[in-house]
């Protein structure tokens, strides 16, 4: 079982920057990758970035370049560096650990919100 806390949601402007953390209660190594997820109100839960346990990471066209995701593998917490936010970017964030027998596991999830 793992156990997923995210932190840092908020409300920001438009062009501001957040930071997201998701502490896991196992080692990042321990499962395939980690990943961020999305959901906006009325829309299904997209992608936005993931990192393997190799350290490889994978982001969504529409966040590329504005947003980066990295890991504290000492801590077992996973960040997501959100910057240039745009109102678009408002949903809520969920933290997602893809287990070795790809069993996903989920956080509570963390809302942001930002406004033009």
């Known amino acids: 079982q793992v156990q997923l806390v995210e932190s840092g949601g908020g409300m920001v402007q438009a062009g501001g920057s957040l930071r997201l953390s998701c502490a896991a209660s196992?080692?990042?190594?321990?499962?395939?990758?980690m990943g961020w997820y999305r959901q906006a109100p009325g829309k299904q839960r997209e992608l936005v970035a993931t990192?393997?346990?190799?350290?490889?990471?994978n982001y969504a066209a529409y966040v590329k370049g504005r947003f980066t995701i990295s890991r504290d593998s000492a801590k077992n917490i996973v960040y997501l560096q959100m910057n240039s936010l745009k109102p678009e970017d408002t949903a809520v964030y969920y933290c997602?650990?893809?287990?070795?027998?790809?069993?996903?596991?989920w956080g509570q999830g963390t809302q942001v919100s930002v406004s033009s």
């Open positions: 997602n650990a893809e287990g070795l027998t790809l069993i996903n596991y």
């Open positions: 196992v080692s990042t190594y321990s499962v395939r990758a």
């Open positions: 990192i393997s346990r190799a350290g490889v990471t």
